[in-house]
């Protein structure tokens, strides 16, 4: 069973930058796709960025610039560097895990292709 924790979460000005990491653990990084998700008050849940096992990423044009991930597959941990954060990058961020297709992820982005989600960790960015 694949078990994702998420943590680095906070509050930061505009301007700012946060990482976020995601334990995961119960998977074999081969098989997975692994991605950040986020989800603010009254919307919908929406792809930030997504890593496959062989290490093609794909960004929301949102965030294409801005963040960042990556994995460490030593540490089964998943990051999300966020830089120049603005405040309408608030929002629940979650790390979510799809067994992935000859390598690829199925679905990259979209939230309704993932299996595994974490419990979330909160961005704050105040202008």
């Known amino acids: 069973q694949v078990q994702l924790v998420e943590s680095g979460g906070g509050s930061v000005q505009a301007g700012g930058s946060l990482r976020l990491s995601c334990a995961a653990s119960?998977?074999?990084?081969?098989?997975?796709?692994l991605g950040w998700f986020r989800q603010a008050p009254g919307k919908e849940r929406e792809g930030v960025a997504v890593i496959d096992s062989g290490g093609r990423t794909t960004y929301a044009d949102s965030v294409k610039g801005r963040f960042t991930i990556s994995q460490d597959n030593a540490k089964n941990t998943l990051y999300l560097q966020m830089n120049s954060l603005k405040p309408e990058d608030s929002a629940m961020y979650y790390c979510?895990?799809?067994?992935?297709?000859?390598?690829?992820?199925?679905?990259?982005?979209?939230?309704?292709?993932?299996?595994?989600w974490g419990q979330g960790t909160q961005v704050t960015v105040s202008s």
């Open positions: 119960g998977y074999t990084h081969s098989s997975y796709c």
């Open positions: 979510a895990a799809d067994r992935v297709v000859r390598g690829y992820c199925r679905a990259p982005l979209h939230p309704g292709a993932f299996g595994y």
